[in-house]
């Protein structure tokens, strides 16, 4: 397994399905080792989940869509959000991604949490945003806010095929 170069990252991107679409600018998305993400909608979680044995009886919390204020601008209360990214992945399936946090978040009390991008995935992603400064966080729509790092498997695998392939596209 390695991890994909800036180089190849734009090599993917520039192919039939792209490995990433719908992006806000790619020379500044694109970085050395891996992709920025950026920012869509964010959710308020309005209700519990359920997670069980058996997927079918799996529910997701049901959401608050926030909105942005004239200038773009969301303050957020401490607490957790569902945040959904502008960019479409198409992952191939011998290539994988994690994403991190862009540090400046972090620096500000605010983390992401990811769950694996699975090799054969397509999909526009959500994550879940936590805002732990007790003063709040300002998040503006399409700022960069995870990087996704492609990792090439040692093979092909048959690819994701659970519940979310395909979503919010």
Known sequence: MSV???NEIKRLIMRKPPLIDDYINLDEQLQPNGFDLTLRDVSALLTPGIISVENSKRVTSELKPLDF????????AP????????????LPNNIMALAKPRSSLLRCGVAIHNAVWDAGYTGRSQCLLVVYN???F???KHARVNQLV???LDGETEGYQGKY???NI
């Open 4 to 6: 994909l170069s800036k």
């Open 79 to 90: 607490g957790n959000y569902l945040i959904t990214l502008n960019e479409i992945v198409h």
């Open 138 to 140: 300002v998040m503006q």
């Open 150 to 152: 492609f990792f090439k």
């Open 69 to 76: 204020d004239k200038d773009g601008n969301l303050k957020l």
């Open 165 to 167: 392939q395909g979503e």
């Open 134 to 136: 007790p003063q709040g």
